[in-house]
């Protein structure tokens, strides 16, 4: 993410007939600065020096435009995801480092990471009744922990597992992303934290419970 020059009231130009791609910038940092709510279209649109009646060319709203930012950062996540995924080593590495490439995403494009979370259902830029509803994380989650380990858990749903491990990338994200987690001399990190968390997950999750 790279910081503003000036504050959030600096302009930037834009070549023409690239205002779309322009005001989706704006907006994406507007958010990682202030949060979804921290921002209008009249902010978004004094940002790159235009009129706000000129951002209704390409987006019918302010939630039109989050939608979009949102769509490109699920776009972005999703192939990190993947090339994790796809990268060399057991089911359990691969996997492993597809938690890591989440917590990096949510590092690295926190305008794009709160844009997923918070404008689920909105109204796209450009309505399209072919496309489906957008997937969330956990379907991503869902369908590389089915892929990366088809013998199962046990007689555990892959679900209930994917969704542990889920909490649990969201949790550190969040937790790293408000500064509430713990740091220091001998404290692992979120990324150490996550390894031994999947680790326990996966296998817990395989291994038979004993009997009462």
Do not use: C
């Not at 130009?13 to 709510?37: C, M, P, Q, W």
């Not at 918070?118 to 369908?143: H, I, K, W, Y």
């Not at 892959?158 to 992303?177: D, I, K, N, Q």
């Amino acid at each position: 993410m790279r910081p503003w020059r000036e504050g959030p009231d600096d302009r930037r130009s834009y070549h023409h007939g690239n205002l779309k791609e322009a005001l989706i910038e704006a907006a994406r940092r507007f958010i990682a600065e202030r949060g979804v709510g921290g921002f209008t279209l009249v902010d978004a649109a004094r940002l790159v020096g235009v009129t706000p009646a000129a951002l209704y060319r390409h987006f019918r709203g302010r939630e039109a435009l989050l939608e979009e930012v949102a769509g490109r950062g699920f776009t972005d996540l999703a192939e990190r995801l993947a090339r994790s995924l796809a990268a060399k080593g057991t089911p359990l590495e691969r996997f492993t480092r597809m938690g890591e490439a989440y917590l990096a995403f949510a590092e690295e494009e926190p305008g794009y990471y709160a844009a997923i979370f918070e404008t689920r259902g909105l109204p796209a830029a450009v309505p399209n009744p072919q496309a489906g509803p957008r997937p969330s994380p956990f379907d991503l989650l869902v369908d590389a922990l089915q892929s990366t380990f088809p013998e199962g858990f046990g007689g555990v749903a892959p679900r209930f597992v994917a969704l542990e491990v889920w909490a649990l990338s969201h949790g550190l994200a969040t937790l790293a992303a408000s500064g509430h987690l713990p740091k220091g001399p001998g404290v692992p990190d979120k990324y150490e934290l996550l390894r031994a968390g999947v680790l326990a997950l996966v296998h817990g999750a395989g291994t038979p419970r004993a009997r009462d």
